[in-house]
């Protein structure tokens, strides 16, 4: 162990362990009370509404069309650019009828501009019920095989902390979106479940220095051998998720409106998931005694079970 600390410079992250329980704690707290009492802003794709797809000759704007729409009594559109300036993207909860694309184009049409309506679609609220239910359903299982993985991969004690990692993650993700009401659609759901196979490569990685050092460092505590496995990941962490974010960055700035969305919770995903891989797994695993034991005896288990399937 002195050669270990004498080649790496050990950061104590566990000394601030009970700092960072608080700091999750009041993140989770906020918002599980922001998603109680506002919600989320379901996008069309859950709520159901029409959408429709429009060109223009010249670049729009859509802040004025915005505005046009809303003074002809359109309630709460969304109007963003798909694709190049020229092509809009206008979605409402409006039923679609045959005259809801005649009753847009009019309105849009009234200052002048060459308009041409590409397509109107509709979706229904029972699909966006089933969607958002699915969703939901999605991510409950996706939880559930990763407590699985780790279990049969490490020991039960880190799955319940990877678990609990995503989890914290998933939940501050959707606590953002509720505080901000940003539009919650398809594509932010699909974020979120990307937001786990992030976090979980993260915690798999920490996990797994940690189960090496607990067998390599034989008198070093359990704080201790959590801390030098940090230490030594930790140059990884930061390099994966700095370039992430920075791809991230650049989608949000020049990726257009409609994966703004998309792009948000990616990078809230990202920068919490950073953080809980250091602190929130390990934390678990501290506040559920893992020791050099628990490892010992899955190997024993192991080599029993391989003993037992010798002919």
């Not at 809801?100 to 029972?126: A, I, N």
């Not at 409950?140 to 049969?152: C, E, G, K, R």
């Not at 914290?168 to 398809?186: K, R």
């Not at 990202?270 to 506040?287: E, P």
């Amino acid at each position: 162990m002195s050669k270990a600390k004498k080649e790496l410079k050990v950061i104590r992250f566990m000394s601030q362990r009970k700092l960072a329980a608080i700091f999750s704690l009041l993140l989770i707290i906020g918002s599980i009370a922001s998603l109680a009492t506002n919600g989320l802003k379901f996008g069309l794709d859950f709520t159901g509404g029409s959408q429709i797809e429009v060109g223009y000759q010249t670049p729009a704007d859509v802040n004025a069309i915005r505005q046009q729409l809303v003074q002809a009594g359109f309630p709460d559109p969304v109007v963003v650019h798909f694709g190049a300036e020229t092509d809009v993207l206008i979605r409402m909860q409006e039923d679609s009828d045959a005259e809801l694309g005649d009753k847009v184009m009019d309105t849009l049409r009234t200052d002048g501009s060459d308009v041409e309506l590409r397509r109107v679609e509709f979706v229904g609220p029972q699909v966006g019920e089933e969607l958002r239910d699915d969703g939901g359903i999605g991510m409950l299982f996706a939880l559930a095989v990763v407590m699985i993985y780790v279990a049969m991969r490490f020991q039960f004690k880190f799955s319940v902390g990877a678990v609990a990692a995503l989890a914290h993650d998933v939940v501050i993700v959707l606590g953002v979106f509720s505080v901000l009401q940003i539009d919650f659609d398809l594509t932010v759901l699909a974020a979120v479940l990307a937001v786990i196979g992030y976090s979980l490569n993260d915690t798999i990685v920490v996990s797994d220095r940690i189960r090496e050092n607990f067998r390599k460092i034989r008198k070093a505590d359990s704080v201790e051998v959590i801390d030098i496995s940090l230490s030594q990941t930790l140059g990884r962490t930061l390099v994966t998720s700095l370039t992430t974010l920075l791809v991230l960055v650049a989608l949000f700035y020049f990726g257009g409106e409609l994966i703004h969305g998309f792009s948000i919770a990616l990078l809230v995903g990202v920068a919490i998931g950073t953080y809980s891989s250091i602190y929130v797994a390990a934390n678990v695993l501290l506040m559920m005694g893992i020791s050099k034991e628990d490892l010992m005896q899955v190997e024993v288990e192991k080599e029993g079970a391989e003993f037992d399937e010798m002919p």
